[in-house]
């Protein structure tokens, strides 16, 4: 079954510095997308950035960005000139083209646990 | 704002009763997805509507059902509901339910069961 793995519960990060957000996946399909998500603390769900599996090029979207490495099947965020603002839960999720192909079924997106990151002044 | 709309924000009952969440989609979007997010089950996929169709189906227990509406928005029905249920319920939409499209959430609906 398709699977995220976020391995930071939390991260402190003094502002101003970049940030790295690791997440692997696991999926035997070929065609997927991957998505990064961030949940502040009220609570909505505000989409980041998307990364399709045959993208040759990373994805970009003004300061994130996704270190996407196919062969080791991880999708890092990175957030550059981390503001204070950027304090939230972020999410990684995947959905695969053809839910059935790893066994799993579903036909959502699949999240990751989360880290919660807390920028610092 | 996603532009994805929920309604209510807050919602506080009993065990063992009925509520509906209700959502409406961006405006042009033809797909609605349901996730319930609780802390010990992390954000989870409950269903999926494409068009007033129901296409996936995922984690969604028997007490729940939704549907989607000529209007495209779409009502998640809550019943003999449980504690366990308190949860963040969110609905997300897209433009035509392809795998691989972005959902973009709405702001929840934050049921607790008393």
């Known amino acids: 079954a398709q699977k995220i793995t976020q391995t930071q519960p939390g991260m402190f990060v003094q502002e101003k510095e970049a940030v790295t957000l690791d997440c692997t996946y696991d999926?035997?399909?070929?065609?997927?997308?991957l998505f990064w998500y961030k949940q502040p603390s009220s609570g909505e769900m505000i989409f980041l950035i998307y990364?399709?599996?045959?993208?040759?090029q990373n994805a970009t979207e003004g300061r994130y960005s996704l270190n996407f490495q196919k062969a080791r099947k991880s999708a890092n965020l990175v957030i550059s000139a981390s503001q204070l603002g950027d304090s939230a839960m972020y999410f990684c999720a995947m959905r695969e083209a053809s839910p059935g192909y790893s066994g799993g079924g579903a036909d959502g997106l699949t999240f990751g646990k989360g880290t919660h990151l807390i920028i610092q002044p | 704002d996603s532009g994805v709309t929920q309604t209510p924000k807050h919602l506080i009952t009993a065990t063992g009763q009925r509520v509906t969440l209700r959502c409406s989609p961006r405006?042009?979007?033809?797909?609605v997805y349901w996730y319930q997010q609780s802390l010990d089950q992390g954000l989870q996929f409950l269903i999926q509507?494409?068009?007033?169709?129901?296409?996936a189906k995922g984690n969604i227990l028997e007490r729940f059902s939704a549907q989607q509406f000529p209007d495209l928005h779409s009502e998640l029905n809550l019943s003999s509901l449980e504690l366990g249920d308190s949860a963040l319920y969110f609905c997300?939409?897209?433009?035509?339910?392809?795998?691989?499209?972005?959902?973009?959430f709405g702001p929840g609906t934050r049921l607790l069961v008393l």
């Open positions: 405006s042009g979007d033809l797909s």
């Open positions: 997300a939409s897209s433009i035509s339910g392809g795998t691989l499209e972005t959902q973009y």
């Open positions: 509507y494409y068009n007033g169709e129901e296409r």
């Open positions: 999926t035997s399909d070929p065609s997927y997308g």
């Open positions: 990364q399709g599996s045959y993208d040759q």
